[in-house]
């Protein structure tokens, strides 16, 4: 029994770790197995191209402590390889710098010759994108039909009520169901935590 509540357990923390994984970034050692050094295999440039950064994304710089830095510098100062006033400064050794909005990233070495040697690297993040709002299209002119003039019975005659419809007494159009994405993934998720606990209450059970 104790280990039917085991597995229990791990299935409902299994469930509940695959939802919350979806928000977290992924992390990039920069580099590669070369880490951050002043003449990598592979251009740092070249390598961020092959990639694809998103907000909430980190980088990993490998190098030793003391012996290197990494500088987040201006677009002027990362092609001048100014070292001088940097927007932050990365110096712990093995460092991490997580991309809180989307647009590109310049990084240096604290080391100006090693800079102009090529050791520095540009990070374009993504964009987040938003699904669009579709709006009703508004009807045009031409589909307006006009409205029928009334005309005005002759004298002596008085209109019956058979004769003329009354718009009470028209049906009423049912209101139409819409499905939103945003509630539809919220009863997904409902649901399969739901299936996950009662399985955890079975197997308790048993």
């Not at 927007?87 to 990233?105: A, H, K, N, V, Y």
Request: with cysteine.
């Amino acid at each position: 029994m104790g280990f039917q509540r085991f597995l229990g357990c791990v299935l409902t923390l299994t469930v509940l770790s695959c939802l919350i994984s979806s928000t977290r970034g992924y992390k990039f050692c920069v580099g590669g197995k070369d880490g951050w050094v002043v003449s990598p295999s592979e251009n740092y440039n070249h390598w961020a191209e092959r990639n694809r950064f998103q907000v909430n994304d980190t980088l990993l710089f490998k190098y030793k402590k003391g012996s290197d830095s990494v500088l987040l510098v201006t677009r002027e100062d990362y092609y001048s390889c100014n070292t001088k006033s940097p927007i932050q400064s990365l110096t712990e050794g093995d460092s991490t710098f997580t991309f809180d909005r989307s647009g590109p990233f310049f990084f240096i070495t604290g080391n100006a010759d090693n800079c102009n040697k090529g050791q520095k690297l540009i990070v374009v993040v993504m964009a987040v994108r938003h699904k669009p709002q579709h709006n009703p299209p508004s009807p045009s002119p031409s589909s307006i039909e006009p409205a029928t003039p009334l005309v005005s019975p002759p004298p002596g005659e008085s209109p019956t009520s058979g004769e003329a419809p009354s718009d009470l007494d028209a049906p009423v159009p049912a209101p139409s169901e819409k499905k939103s994405g945003a509630l539809g993934l919220v009863c997904s998720t409902w649901l399969i935590l739901g299936s996950s606990i009662w399985v955890s209450f079975v197997l308790v059970s048993v």
